[in-house]
């Protein structure tokens, strides 16, 4: 008896959510096309499982009964070409099905332009269609990232929200460009009065003073922008990062080399308010507490340098002859009266410290208490004195005849 020639049932791990939203996405795209009684010329699938592509593309493996009828499902609404991979860093189904953070949402000044500056190209090839369906002689437009596509960006953002602001300002200079009565006729109430503004390709800068100064354009006429527009904050976030965090004078100088924000000073500050850096830089450092001052520094009555401290510094070049050699200060300080009184050491080894000691012993009268640093001359005299002084107790004791047993 011939063997059956089924193919064994694949034992794969099947991506039941992945396939499941292919099977809807499938679904929902035969219905869109079914009732938009509209020509759809081509339908592309983008999915970030690679096992659903495999699934689709696949027309020799048995599948368990959940995948059959999916994959059967999907094939009957659409053809295995259709399907393409996507990474699911570049997925944007991701954000609504894991969830992202509001600083993900956040645009700066940078995204906005170039994000702009895609739809203006998306624009251009939309231009380009048309223009060749109709026959006429194709318009050269930009149609990939570049510094023209990115400046027409800026242009447009800006445009639109002037227009949304000073709406009455743009109509006023309008007027005045074909009657020459625009500013007799603008509001004295503008707060743009004062700034005696131009209207240069539709956009508006202000006017001035400086048209005869050796500065760029954008510096003589900066473009105005209301403080109260989204876009204000944006440039001001953009300049308050441009300039490393500096000073709100830095970053006033920076930001009106292109633009003026009426009120910017003000923003500034609620922008530098919040930002963690800022804060971080700006903050009082803190006081620690002092401690209980010692008992030899508090106790009077003694004569001056009873209780010492004792340090060395420098050190200083001295001539010596011909030659330079280094000196050392050393400075003794009264704890009761803070009186001082200087050495000098002729290098940092024990010996020039224990003279300089005895000279100081033999000026101020012997010390009490000696205090210093850790300095391993000054231990090693501490050592060398401490020595010398129980050689001197263990003398006197053997000179003594009671003592002496031996
Ligand atoms: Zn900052």
């Not at 930001?255 to 830089?281: D, E």
Request: charged share 25%; net charge positive; hydrophobic share 40%.
């Amino acid at each position: 008896m011939a063997k059956s020639r089924v193919a064994p049932l694949a034992k794969v791990t099947v991506p039941r959510m992945e396939l499941t939203a292919a099977t809807a996405a499938a679904r929902m795209s035969k219905l869109i096309e079914h009732d938009l009684q509209y020509p759809i010329a081509e339908t592309v699938f983008w999915t970030d499982s690679m096992s659903v592509i495999r699934y689709i593309r696949n027309e020799t493996t048995r599948f368990h009964t959940f995948v059959a009828n999916r994959v059967t499902t999907i094939r009957e609404a659409s053809n295995p070409e259709q399907w393409r991979f996507v990474n699911t860093k570049l997925n944007p189904a991701d954000i609504a099905s894991r969830g992202a953070t509001m600083t993900k949402f956040l645009s700066n000044w940078t995204k906005l332009k170039r994000v702009t500056a895609h739809f203006i190209i998306f624009q251009n090839h939309l231009r380009n269609k048309i223009n060749m369906r109709k026959g006429s002689k194709p318009v050269k437009l930009e149609l990939n990232m570049s510094r023209d596509i990115l400046e027409e960006a800026e242009r447009s953002v800006i445009s639109y929200v002037q227009r949304q602001t000073y709406g009455e300002e743009i109509t006023c200079l309008k007027r005045r460009k074909s009657d020459g009565t625009g500013l007799k006729s603008m509001p004295k109430t503008s707060t743009l009065f004062k700034l005696d503004p131009i209207l240069d390709e539709g956009i508006l800068r202000v006017g001035g003073r400086l048209e005869r100064a050796q500065l760029q354009y954008n510096a003589k006429h900066p473009v105005i922008i209301p403080k109260t527009s989204p876009l204000a904050r944006l440039i001001l976030e953009y300049v308050h990062r441009l300039t490393g965090h500096s000073g709100k004078t830095a970053m006033l100088a920076t930001l009106r080399q292109n633009y003026w924000i009426p009120g910017a000073s003000v923003l500034l500050k609620s922008i530098t308010s919040k930002c963690v850096l800022c804060r971080k830089y700006k903050a009082v450092t803190q006081i620690q507490k002092m401690a209980d001052l010692p008992a030899d520094r508090l106790i009077p009555g003694d004569p001056p340098f009873t209780k010492v401290g004792m340090d060395y510094f420098g050190p200083f070049q001295v001539k010596r002859g011909r030659a330079a050699v280094k000196r050392y200060g050393v400075i003794f300080t009264c704890l009761t009266s803070r009186a001082v009184h200087l050495e000098i050491a002729h290098s940092l080894d024990t010996d020039s410290c224990i003279n300089a000691i005895r000279r100081f012993v033999a000026r101020r009268g012997p010390a009490k208490v000696i205090l210093s640093d850790n300095g391993t001359n000054l231990v090693g005299a501490e050592r060398v004195m401490r020595e010398a002084i129980e050689d001197w107790n263990q003398s006197k004791i053997k000179k003594k005849p009671c003592f002496n047993r031996t």
